[in-house]
């Protein structure tokens, strides 16, 4: 049985004619109780991955559940369909396992807050809000076990209870959670900032209906989400072709040695509605990459990337949902059975956004992106300091932005919205590290016309004993290049110890012991690029070696010679451009560079990237 | 005798103000602005308004300037090629900035990424580190860096020199040290180091402020030089102060060296002057909203005094210098209306049709609807303008409202009230970003409109806020000049302290007080400022430990030195981080950074009563007029307000036109004229 909402007032809301300029002025409102949402939580939270990275995602949804303002889409529906209880005036709703919410978030480390907005025995709308928390228990710090197999090793689970009972904050039920983690007051108090951001929300929602009124209010939002189905009707049956096209790309391995594993996605339209299949994706994994991906915020993603790539004037809500299909297998890597392990999922998450880029882009070139979005980094280090303190860090780091058909991609930006690295003087001063290096690494993005963004060189100097964990991808399978363009470099993680030994890491790994001294290089991926490189202007190219960016060996990948002094060396540019010109094959150049294939990259695997190649997943 | 020049350069007009210090009387003139350099209508006008009052430029015992020479050099770009000398492992800080791409998820499919302001070609790295506590880890290596610095010389050419080195916030030694040898290398530039500008944590943020200043200190340097070279030759020989963006006066001198403080210096005017008319009309508490004709600004008066934020925007650039809590949005009465293809909505702004070709009704070629046009066609704004010399075309701009209108399928006059309400919203949602927001109820604030445009929406605008009085100024076109004219000039002191408050005690708090005092009054006397014209206040950045913000708390340095200042320091916080959070935590506080703020002796101003009449404006009114209010015409009466006197009631609707802006009652509401001639409408 779904859930029950109790409703004093069964009255229906009215239908109210709407000018244009209400609409407008209603939907500003909510965007600016939107940012005020954001303001709030990075305010008042606490663990770095929130109040520093904005590692948090605030919603705004009508009576009915439907994302009005928001960036993942709602997930409400599906959470009502499967919460068992009741849900009343002064209830605020907690929850953490993606079981329950029929993936709406996707591992137990994600806190959801849940606030339905009543008026007069009304509901009129949900606030949401959810975050990640640094630590839930479980078997590492981090709560993000890279060999788990199971969803009970990766720290404590909240199915969706009530954090407010009619009004009434259930103090016992948090203190029995808290107790679970490593880090009890950041959780504690990144929980009150995720309540106080839906609290603020929920009072903007109370005055827009006061000053306009409840009806004008719902009517409004029905009205908005017509808005968007229109805009996307329009965007679909222009952009998107009745013959299917696929896309496929790979997670590099799953913590255990398996790999890469295959995300696969089908696209076509049938009448005005697009079909998204993902029959030929792997089978689930053994351990904690699978994703368990929502319908909806699929959709979402989906519609997001249409109206980015081709009308980004459009604004984005849930009122176009009904015009897309999303299919996903049942036990694949994207929907897998419980108790499947899913704290990983990171790394699908953003090679989801790899696919859908080289889904829509390839039958339109000009609008196509390389490949680049392609994980989360994390790095976990923590342990006793000589007085005897805990500490624990969890830090998000970045790669290179792909090229672009804009231009190049940014030098170790960030694909996610709203985040930020943490400033090194931060670290130093609150964690027992030095960060020795932070630079964007020259030659990793991957050449074109349009370079792709380089990865970040990052090295820290561990000045107490403890334990890291490292969390990354694309370590054995590039991020390709399109139009031309050559695929990224791939990450790397290597050890270094006080005498000068150097050990390479793998990319997914827990529990690595680190002494006083020892040095860390954390190098992400680069983006890949876009277009020709032999059709980039030679004294750009001349300009980034100047800047560190691209090597003097680095230009020559885009047929650039140099002299000594760093002067293009016009001849010599002229005879290499031409040189590459007739060593290729003849006809364009093809719409996508994968790099050499798997064949050759299981070959040289442990050559090219200090690592074994993974096994093949069964 | 002495008197107060105070001289604000606007886009279009340079306004200039003088005030009698012994009786306060005021002298105001206005002179066309001199774009290409500013500087020759600020001589021309000082020249021209003192000569028309009988003033001698040696009666001038202060000069008091608010420029928008630093923003205008970022907003354009002409900013000097700066060399950037980071710590080794760091050479691109500014690069990969704070890793933070802007527009939402997707979003950097089309964000176009700005360069940084320092090229990554002129940035080299020092062989140094300190630690994140003030200990050693590696010396400077100074031969090394000798040949660094030899060889940026040699490659490339730099107008300026930043040094930003890590923990430099902590321990300045290396910076100092690197400074002096760089000084030899480069001795004919300007070299800035980030301990001197901003000793503060967080290496982005240092660098960026730290090279912002670099980068517009020749331009402001030029500016400031040959602006005190011009008045010296008049016969001036009192001091030059320029408006910092916090609203404070700094000193020519100091204006050269760290200009990044005068970015917002434009914006501070028109808050400073409000906030001098606020005190004297007897409203403490107000919201601002000065109007032109590109963009709108807004800010929040507590207690006579403006809001403080700890950073500065111009364009894509934020810095770390304090200004006034001034909010912008891209509306103005230039901003265009528009209805895209796929939406149908009706959008106003950020787009504006500037003073070329202007709204629809200037006449001189625009044929898109702005919300000029939308006021011109709604009877808000009569069509003589500027005393008849500017004359506004109502069917220009009844034809360019008109195509709203028809792509909206709605009549003209609604297609106009549209427009005039989503601007309204638009600036609305500033003004709550500033109120509502920062947990402040708009109910209990007056409303201040003023620029050009201000006026013509207060009355609206504060029905939506539910702030009354609105409150128009006398000339509300040239009110930045009161505020160059009526502010103090202000020196501060940080120190970044990072200590919890279980780790430190009232008496250490107050030797470092002491010491910090000492620091600003002496940097105060330098600005000749005698310490017996001294004040002193103190400010302390209070946050729970492991948040990522303070709350910035006003402190008494009495209650340090008897032992009760830490215990209230608690107890402001947890109040205000209920107020703006609603709730607190069991968890320790951090003392973050402590303030000292040292300011010179207020101007003394009074503002000059206007003469006194029955309550009766028929002298005042001009012609009877129509305007259009919640769907229908009403019928409505404009009068002019140099011909009002205090006491004068005008019911709305109704219309105050003078020299350099409108004012607009709506029906239903009520103006009073106080005894300075100030409008103050409300409710009826």
């Known amino acids: 049985m779904p859930a029950t909402i109790i409703e004093t007032n069964t009255a229906p809301f009215k239908k109210r004619d709407l000018d244009p300029v209400t609409l407008d002025i209603i939907e500003n409102a909510l965007r600016n109780a939107r940012i005020e949402m954001d303001a709030t939580v990075f305010r008042t939270a606490m663990s770095p991955g929130i109040r520093e990275q904005g590692d948090c995602f605030p919603l705004i949804a009508d009576h009915k559940g439907r994302m009005i303002v928001g960036q993942f889409g709602s997930f409400i529906t599906g959470f009502l369909n499967v919460y068992q209880g009741s849900i009343e005036d002064g209830d605020m709703i907690w929850l953490s396992d993606p079981y329950s919410c029929e993936g709406a978030i996707s591992h137990n480390n994600d806190w959801l807050v849940l606030l339905p907005v009543f008026r007069k025995g009304r509901l009129v709308a949900w606030t949401s809000h959810f975050g990640h928390q640094t630590d839930i228990g479980g078997k590492v710090p981090g709560s993000i076990p890279t060999d788990a197999a199971s969803i009970f090793e990766e720290g404590v689970r909240i199915p969706p209870v009530k954090i407010v009972k009619q009004g009434v904050f259930q103090k016992d039920l948090v203190d029995v959670i808290m107790h679970q983690s490593r880090m009890p007051e950041w959780c504690r108090s990144d929980l009150n900032a995720l309540i106080a951001s839906c609290r603020v929300a929920a009072r903007r929602v109370n005055e827009i209906c006061e000053r306009f009124g409840d009806d004008v209010f719902v009517s409004t939002t029905d009205a908005l989400l017509e808005r968007n189905y229109r805009a996307m009707a329009h965007l679909i049956s222009t952009s998107i072709g009745e013959a299917p096209v696929s896309f496929e790309d790979y997670l590099c391995d799953d913590g255990r040695g398996n790999g890469p594993f295959k995300i696969k996605c089908t696209m076509w339209r049938e009448g005005g509605r697009v079909v998204l299949d993902f029959a030929g994706t792997d089978p689930q994994s053994q351990s904690s990459i699978n994703f368990y991906l929502n319908e909806n915020m699929f959709r979402m993603f989906f519609g997001i990337y249409m109206i980015m790539v081709f009308d980004p004037q459009i604004l984005f809500n849930d009122g176009f949902y009904p015009l897309v299909d999303v299919r996903i297998p049942e036990g694949s890597l994207l929907k897998p059975k419980f108790p499947a392990a899913l704290s990983q999922r990171t790394h699908a998450l953003g090679r989801i956004f790899n696919i859908l880029g080289g889904l829509l882009g390839q039958k339109t070139p000009e609008f196509l992106n390389a490949a680049g979005f392609s994980s989360s980094p994390h790095l976990m280090y923590s342990g006793f300091d000589r007085a005897g303190k805990w500490f624990q860090l969890f830090q998000i780091g970045f790669g290179g932005i792909p090229g672009r058909p804009l231009g190049d991609g940014p030098d170790g930006h960030s694909l996610w919205p709203n985040f930020t690295n943490v400033p090194n003087e931060f670290l130093e001063r609150y964690f027992p590290l030095r960060i020795e290096r932070f630079e964007a690494l020259a030659n990793s993005g991957g050449a074109g016309k349009h370079r792709g963004g380089n990865g970040i060189h990052m090295t820290y100097r561990f000045l107490e004993p403890g334990i890291i964990a490292i969390h990354d991808d694309r370590w054995f399978i590039p991020p390709w290049g399109v139009n031309g363009g050559v695929p990224g470099a791939r990450a790397r993680k290597i050890l270094e110890k006080p005498d000068g030994t150097k050990k390479i890491l793998p990319n997914k790994a827990d529990n690595i012991e680190v002494e006083n001294g020892d040095q860390l290089h954390f190098i992400t991926w680069g983006g890949g690029g876009w277009g020709d490189p032999l059709e980039r202007d030679p004294a750009t190219v001349a300009l980034e070696v100047r800047r560190g960016l691209v090597t003097r060996d680095g230009a020559k990948d885009y047929g650039v010679v140099l002299t000594k002094t760093g002067a293009i060396d016009e001849a010599a540019t002229k005879a290499l451009r031409d040189k590459i010109h007739a060593a290729r094959p003849a006809g364009p150049l093809p719409v996508f560079n994968y790099g050499p294939g798997l064949a050759h990259l299981r070959e040289h695997g442990l050559a090219e990237t200090g690592l074994p190649a993974p096994r093949a997943p069964r | ?684």
Request: with cysteine.
């Open chain 2, 1 to 684: 005798m002495t008197y107060r020049l105070g001289v604000d350069v606007g886009g279009t007009f340079t306004d200039l103000l003088i005030i009698d210090e012994a009786t306060g009387r005021t002298f105001r003139d206005k002179v066309p602005s001199t774009p290409q350099d500013p500087s020759i209508a600020v001589i021309e006008g000082a020249r021209k308004i003192c000569s028309d009052n009988g003033i001698k430029p040696e009666q001038i015992g202060l000069f008091l300037h608010g420029t928008t020479v630093a923003t205008n050099a970022v907003l354009e770009g002409k900013i000097a090629r700066v060399g950037l000398l980071v710590t080794e492992g760091y050479r691109h800080t500014l690069q990969i900035a704070r890793s933070f791409v802007p527009g939402g998820l997707a979003g950097w499919i089309i964000w176009p990424k700005p360069e940084p302001l320092a090229p990554l070609e002129c940035t080299i790295e020092a062989p140094e580190r300190m630690a994140a506590d003030g200990t050693t880890v590696r010396a400077l290596d100074e031969a090394v860096l000798r040949e660094r610095l030899q060889a940026l010389k040699d490659s490339e050419s730099i107008e300026a020199l930043t040094i930003c080195l890590i923990n430099a916030y902590v321990n300045d030694a290396h910076e100092i040290r690197a400074a002096d040898i760089a000084r030899e290398i480069f001795p004919d530039i300007p070299i800035t180091i980030s301990s001197a500008i901003l000793p503060e944590m967080q290496e982005y943020e240092r660098t960026l402020t730290t090279v912002a200043n670099s980068a517009v200190r020749p331009t402001v340097a030029r500016y400031v030089n040959n602006l005190a070279g011009e008045l010296g030759k008049w016969g001036m020989t009192g001091n030059l102060s320029l408006l910092r963006s916090d609203g404070g006066l700094q000193s020519a001198k100091k204006s050269q060296e760290a200009p990044v403080n005068l970015l917002m210096s434009g914006p501070a005017g028109g808050v400073a002057g409000a906030v001098w008319v606020a005190n004297t009309a007897g409203f403490p508490n107000i919201l601002t909203l000065d109007m032109g004709g590109t963009s709108t600004d807004v800010a929040l008066i507590e207690n006579g005094a403006a809001r403080l934020r700890r950073d500065t925007s111009v364009g894509h650039l934020t810095v770390r210098a304090s200004s006034l809590d001034v909010k912008t949005v891209g509306a103005g009465g230039g901003s265009m209306a528009y209805v895209p293809e796929l939406t149908k909505a009706l959008r106003v702004g950020p787009q504006s049709a500037g003073a070329m070709p202007g709204p629809a009704c200037y006449g001189r070629g625009g044929a898109t609807a702005t919300v000029t046009d939308a006021n011109v066609v709604l009877g808000y704004l009569p069509e003589n303008l500027l005393g008849g010399s500017f004359k506004l075309d109502r069917e220009e701009a009844k034809r360019a409202v008109q195509k709203i209108a028809d792509a909206l399928g709605i009549s003209l006059m609604d297609a106009a009230a549209g427009i005039i309400n989503i601007v309204n919203e638009n600036m609305f949602g500033a003004l709550r970003l500033v109120s509502v927001q920062q947990g402040y109820d708009p109910r209990d604030f007056a409303l201040m409109p003023f620029g050009g445009a201000g006026p013509l929406h207060g009355n609206a605008l504060a029905r939506l806020m539910g702030s009354w009085p609105v409150v128009v100024p006398p000339s509300p076109g040239v009110l930045c000049a009161y505020g160059d004219a009526t502010t103090r000039i202000r020196v501060e002191h940080q120190r970044s302290f990072n200590r919890s408050i279980t780790k430190t005690s009232d008496a250490e708090v107050s030797r470092l007080l002491n010491e910090m005092s000492d620091k600003v009054s002496g940097d105060l006397e330098q600005e000749s400022v005698p310490r017996s014209e001294q004040t002193l206040s103190l400010e302390i950045d209070v946050r729970y430990i492991g948040q990522a913000f303070e709350v910035p708390l006003t402190a008494q340095f009495a209650d340090f030195q008897n032992g009760t200042g830490l215990e209230k320091l608690r107890a402001a916080f947890n109040t205000e981080h209920e107020r703006l959070f609603t709730f607190n935590l069991d968890v320790e506080h951090e003392l973050v950074n402590i303030r000292v703020i040292a300011l010179g002796k207020p101007a003394h101003v009074k503002p000059e009563p206007i003469a006194k009449g029955d309550g009766n404006p028929k002298a005042a009114r001009l012609r009877d007029h129509q305007m259009w209010i919640n769907g229908r015409s009403h019928d409505a009466a404009i009068y002019q307000r140099s011909l009002l006197r205090a006491g004068d009631i005008i019911p709305g609707p109704a219309i105050v036109c003078e020299m350099d802006s409108t004012t607009v009652i709506l029906d239903g509401n009520v103006a009073r004229v106080d005894a300075f001639g100030n409008i103050l409408l409300s409710e009826q």
